[in-house]
């Protein structure tokens, strides 16, 4: 045996049986395909969703679809504090995901995944109260649209910092790990967020030591106002994944069944212990960055297309209808019931008081540690 064969460490031998380097482990059997000329896009047709399931998944995006739009209307009147943010078009990539998962898993949003706090049983009431700052709202009006989170429902919510929520995440995973709960956690992230430095070490972190951790990326096409690549060199968010050693998928993200499908395959992965995935979600934001946002910046006629021949609500109700898993009528009474949820939502919401003033200083820390800070004098007054 050769010298340098025999003082080969463990750790060389084990990553030499493992496999060659820079083989990357991508699949794009998800991935967006080309249509006909004419033809309309729908949704793939592998799946093992019952009609039930399907039209669960087709209540999502509508109550998604149409809460946004009540919140619009609400900043309009003034009634909404501070931004809206809008997922206008990829409502399927956060309703499709974080429908794979079980009860008890874990997501950590961004501000495009409304989709997903509604399947992790987050109510619109709340949602709407927490946008116009209510006492009634999750965070009591200290922080606005999905800055709040519940340990209990497995919904950490974001902190504005982009690609910091991953991290956070591997911890929840390292403390479940050491409890010994097969949970997996998904993480979103977005094309600009997928940039920060945060995201490389936290990707990195999770590849290393194995853990259940999903991370789906939303190529969106712009960060801001910056178009994708203008702030990254890569074509696919996805090749990302071999500078962890981690395996890739690329999905259509406007085709909801795709996303619940190619997620569900990820998260078999992830809780069987084979450790992280990178999802790269195609997509397109057809909104500014928030409701100020007057898009500007973005080319003539692309929007309108993208509106016209591949949002994600008309791929899916042409799969539906095609594939007789529900009449026009049903859908419209799916919508009805999801209009009257949310008439009633934000009656609630909007009956809701405004906070305290005092209340801002309790529920920022853990107050049966550190006690609220007023300075002198503020509750004499
Ligand atoms: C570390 C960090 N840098 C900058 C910002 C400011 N910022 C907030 S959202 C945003 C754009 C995010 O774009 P992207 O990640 O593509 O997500 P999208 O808005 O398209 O969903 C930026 C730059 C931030 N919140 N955190
Ligand atoms: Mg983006």
Redo the contacts with the bound molecule.
Sequence with gaps: MAENQKTKSGNQKRSARRRAPFQMRISTKYAPRKVAEGERRSCIKDTSLTHDQLLELYRYLKLTRLVEERIVNLYRQTKVVGGVYRSLGQEATAVGSAYALRPDDFITP???DLGACFVKGIRPREILAQYMAKAWGPSGGKDLNVHFGYMDKGFIGPI????DMIPVMNGILLGARLQKRDLVGLAY??????S?GAFYEGMNFAAVQRLPLIVIA?Y?H???STPTNMQTAIRNLVEKAAAFGIPGHIVDGNDVIACYEVTKRAVEHARAGHGAVLIEAKTY?RKG?AEHDDQRYIPEGEIEWWEQHNDPLDRFEKFLLDHQVATAEKLQEITAGVVREIDEDSAWAESSPMPEGEGAVYGVFDNSIVPPAFRPGVLES
Excluded: F, P, Q
């Design positions: 961004i501000i495009r504005s910092h982009l690609g992230i977005g094309d600009g967020g997928a920060t939303e969106n712009y960060a801001y934001r960055h």
